[in-house]
């Protein structure tokens, strides 16, 4: 049902690794095959199938890996997943069967919530942190996402891409709505309900809040608190898009995300030289 990468055209491939109850299936690549690996958690309802163009970008100049979260899409898991942390206990178990000593990790939606748990999890194991219209600070409840989503999707129709919108979103969505339905209910009320406020002050690693002005779903005064709240952060705010900006603008997107990444890495070079 899904498409798989090619090879000879890509420069990803599809993999899978089975843990104690779980079978993660992920998207790999990437020409720097010895850099500390992008680690990229997708958002709600999907899976990293729509994010292929950001993926073969990213992998182009860096060495990535894309998960499908565990339960969506490719990834088979049958319990219910209640909360963040339940999420992040299976993600570091994907990492360490990966033997994934440190990592940069960009999340989109649930997958920045998952990914703020994660790196405060793993403190010492997660370089950089990307968080892309995070959840993870409650602000609007069910009644008000409805239209505010219902617009998005509308005005979406006139951004580029339109088998991105008419094809591959849908596809892996209701996929998942079909066979994982528990889950595709209990992540959208961990999405809007879940609290991690808590946890912002515990982020370790170079934060960096990448967000659309003109996001309805996780509006632009949850980057403001999540950027007064976690210790090393800065936020950048593009013009483009609505939630789902990256996918649309994939371009835009992969180069804010190695800059910053690059950023990192060379302040940490210089404070790892010898003197």
């Known amino acids: ?63 990535v890996i894309a998960p499908d979260l565990p339960s969506f899409a490719r990834s088979s898991y049958s319990k219910l997943i209640p909360d963040y942390d339940s999420y992040a206990q299976l993600l570091l178990s994907f990492l360490d069967a990966l033997n994934l000593q440190q990592v940069h990790l960009v999340g989109h939606s649930l997958g920045g919530g998952i990914s703020i748990t994660l790196s405060t999890l793993i403190p010492n194991r997660v370089k950089s942190l990307v968080l892309v219209d995070s959840t993870g600070v409650p602000s609007v ?21 339109l088998e991105l919108k008419l094809f591959d979103i849908p596809q892996v969505f209701s996929h998942n709505l079909l066979f994982n339905t528990g889950n595709v209910i209990q992540a959208l009320l961990l999405s809007l309900h879940g609290d991690l406020k808590h946890l912002l002050p515990k982020v370790q690693a170079p934060c960096l809040l990448l967000w659309s002005e003109k996001d309805l779903t996780t509006p632009l005064d949850v980057a403001r608190e999540m950027a007064a709240t976690i210790p090393d952060a800065s936020l950048t705010v593009v013009e483009e898009g609505f939630h789902e900006w990256g996918l649309w603008y994939p371009e835009k997107f992969t180069s804010i995300v190695l800059d910053f990444v690059r950023q990192v890495e060379r302040k940490e070079a210089i404070a790892t030289s010898p003197m």
């Not at 498409?3 to 109850?21: E, K």
């Not at 095959?33 to 100049?61: D, K, M, R």
Request: some cysteine; glycine content about 4%.
């Open 1 to 63: 049902m899904f498409n798989q990468a090619s090879t000879s055209q890509s420069l990803l491939s599809n993999h899978h690794i089975d843990l104690n109850d779980c079978r993660i299936s992920y998207t790999q690549g990437g020409l720097k095959s010895n850099s500390t690996p992008i680690v990229f958690l997708h958002g709600w309802g999907i899976s990293a199938e729509p994010y292929h163009e950001i993926l073969q970008l990213l992998a182009q100049q860096h060495a």
């Open 141 to 161: 409840s069910i009644l008000e996402i409805i239209p505010r989503r219902a617009f998005e999707m509308t005005a979406q129709f006139l951004l580029p891409k």
